[in-house]
């Protein structure tokens, strides 16, 4: 069992007024929106790789005031502080500066550069990056940055904000 990042479309209404509830609320109203499966990402366990290869650090100790980082890990974080679960959150208003700064990345680039060893070095969840084929890894974190990319054009389309959630 590891650390899993999930992110939740929602409707901006319903995401102020779960930043007001209190925890049991918060999970109560989440199941009311998990009958849209497409409402929903996950980026199982790569989501410490994602956050690496677009900033160059561990979402464990994020940068500062950085769209691509807030784009993996959230901005506001809220909700229940339960051992080993954290949620943040971001607001509809705030997803088109986000998704333009995810749009603005070279994959190629990223591809390119990409080094399971520096992965490695800085202990970035979880502890693959020297096990697994570089080719194969790279293609998988390009997939769920894709994957992610995809995601925030939807809810910009749509007016929602974001619920993000590592269990």
Not at 16 to 37: G, H, R, Y
Not at 60 to 68: F, G, K, M, S, T
Not at 105 to 123: H, I, T
Request: contains cysteine; hydrophobic residues 45%; proline residues 5%.
């Amino acid at each position: 069992m590891g650390m899993i990042m999930t992110y939740a479309r929602i409707d901006g209404a319903l995401l102020q007024e779960l930043l007001c509830a209190n925890p049991e609320e918060i999970f109560e109203k989440l199941q009311e929106v998990s009958t849209d499966k497409d409402a929903f990402l996950s980026l199982d366990k790569l989501w410490d790789g994602v956050h690496c290869l677009l900033t160059g650090q561990s979402a464990i100790h994020p940068p500062a005031e950085n769209l691509l980082s807030e784009a993996v890990i959230g901005s506001d974080a809220f909700g229940p502080e339960e051992a080993g679960e954290i949620m943040t959150c971001i607001p509809p208003e705030r997803l088109p500066k986000i998704l333009a700064a995810l749009q603005q990345v070279d994959l190629q680039k990223l591809q390119e550069n990409f080094s399971p060893e520096a992965f490695a070095a800085m202990d970035i969840y979880p502890s693959i990056w020297l096990q697994e084929d570089r080719e194969d890894l790279a293609r998988e974190l390009l997939i769920s940055l894709q994957a992610l990319i995809d995601f925030y054009k939807t809810a910009v389309e749509k007016a929602q904000g974001i619920i993000l959630s590592i269990l």
